[in-house]
C-alpha cells in the first residue's frame, strides 16, 4: 500500500496544486451557465432583445457557457468580454453598429448561431467581472447585455 502512495505521489501532488491554483476541489465539475439569446421572434409575449443567463454569478475556475439561440428569425452570438471597469461603456463603432472587438478582451464566443442553434463554449475564468453580449449588428445596444461576476 505504501508503494503504491509513493508511486503516486507526484500525480498527488500535482492534482493538490491545480486544485489550489483554481480554488475548485479536483472532482469538482466545471459550473455550467446556460444562456438563451431573445428577440422579438422567440414568442408572443416578448417584445425585446436579450441575453438570459441563468446565473449572474460563478467561482473561478472552468465554466461551460451552453449557448441556445432561441430566436426564430435572426442571427445571434455571445461573447465572453473580460472588464476592467464595469459600468463603463465598451468602444463602440456607430457606423458598424457593434462593439470594437480589437479593442477589448474577448475571451471566447459561441458566434454567428442561426435560429435554434446551440453552442458550448469552455473557458477558465479568473476572478472578475464580465459581459456577455452579442455583437451582431445593432444588437449589444438593442439589450443583447448581461453581466457575470466570476468570485475567488
Known amino acids: ?12 501532488i500535482l492534482t493538490f496544486l491545480g486544485s489550489a491554483a483554481t480554488g475548485r476541489a479536483a472532482t469538482e465539475p466545471p459550473a455550467v451557465v446556460h444562456v438563451d439569446l431573445m428577440d422579438p421572434s422567440t414568442g408572443p409575449s416578448f417584445k425585446g432583445m436579450m441575453i438570459k443567463a441563468d446565473q449572474q454569478s460563478v ?6 457557457f451552453v449557448v441556445s439561440n432561441v430566436s426564430r428569425d435572426l442571427v445571434h452570438e455571445m461573447i465572453v468580454v473580460s472588464v ?15 462593439v470594437d472587438e480589437s479593442k477589448i478582451k474577448d475571451l471566447g464566443e459561441a458566434s454567428d448561431l442561426k435560429p435554434g442553434e446551440k453552442q458550448t463554449v ?23 447585455r448581461t453581466k457575470l461576476i466570476v468570485t475567488p
Request: net charge positive; proline share 12%; glycine share 8%.
Open 59 to 64: 467561482k473561478a475556475g472552468p465554466v461551460t
Open 1 to 12: 500500500m505504501l508503494c503504491r502512495v509513493a508511486r503516486n505521489l507526484p500525480l498527488l
Open 122 to 144: 469552455q473557458l477558465t475564468l479568473k476572478p472578475g467581472a464580465y459581459d456577455l453580449k452579442c455583437n451582431q449588428p445593432n444588437h449589444h445596444m438593442s439589450g443583447m
Open 84 to 98: 476592467d471597469k464595469p459600468g463603463e461603456p465598451l468602444p463602440y463603432d456607430k457606423n458598424e453598429g457593434r
